[in-house]
């Protein structure tokens, strides 16, 4: 009788102990796999640019997009890349290169390229450097850091071509914060010039200083390189009405209305620095913005 009590209690204390074990297991086995799903914060990533840890440790928090809008500039790409990669590892940024790849057949259009570069990369990256594909930094102290105001990097008196106090091309960093406040770039600059233009006024408009660097002695012949190719002819053609139209202050659009379809992704590496490619093709108004396309046949029509 009393053995048999022994052994009924016995059971059960095997049978808590077990379950209780169990238990514990579980909860150690789902804490690890949380644990890990959290930490690799860069699988998603990974997937979609094919981002790759840089070779350094990087102590910045936050993260850069490079948006380089981007056509047949395969030369300025090869040398782009790899450099610019370089230049900001030894600043320790966290940061990937995206080459914004315009694919229709309309007049090259720098500004909307760059409000879809934002688009895509805005739930990763917490700031921008729209950068032309042939200005090279030379000078290793021009920070690519965070910008709490837009940073104008490419100065009027450190650019090697354009001196205007009002220039703000070629390579302008500026948080995601402030370029929603604007509502990007306009859309309306098909073919080359007066994008960055109206850019700095949407900026002013919105209270927003635009700041430089300083201390910086080496002139605007030794703090960039412009690789520009000498037969790179800028297409500043002008048709129908854009001249009139492209003077002005652009109210209406931005990054809330561009148009267009993204043909795909392609990950590369060009001496070992990753980039990743996105196939833009725009897609024009043409009642609009009937200059997008400035061919003889078109332009005729008037
Ligand atoms: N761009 C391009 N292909 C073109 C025109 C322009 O890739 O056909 C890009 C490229 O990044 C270039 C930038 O737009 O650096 C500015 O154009 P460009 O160099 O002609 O202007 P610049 O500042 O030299 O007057
Ligand atoms: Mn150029």
Redesign the pocket.
Known sequence: MVRAKYVRFSFTGYLVVLISVMFIITVILSFKLLTIDQCNCLVPDIVKYGIRPTTKLISSKHRLAVL??????FE?LLEFVPYIHNFLNNQQISYNIFILNQVDAYR?N?ASLINIGFLHTKHDFDYIAM?????LPLNSNLSYAYPKQPFHLAAPDLHP??HYSKFI??ILLINREHFEIVNGLSNRYWG??LEDDEFYVRLKDAHLNVTRPENISTGVNNTFR?I?GKD?K??TTKCFNQREVTRKRDRQTGLHDVRYNILGYKNLEINGAPATIINIQLICNHTATPWCDCSPQKSAKV
């Open positions: 380089v809008p981007y056509r047949e500039r300025e090259f720098r950068h032309d594909v042939d200005l071509k354009y091309g070629g080359w010039g412009h520009h790179r800028r297409d």
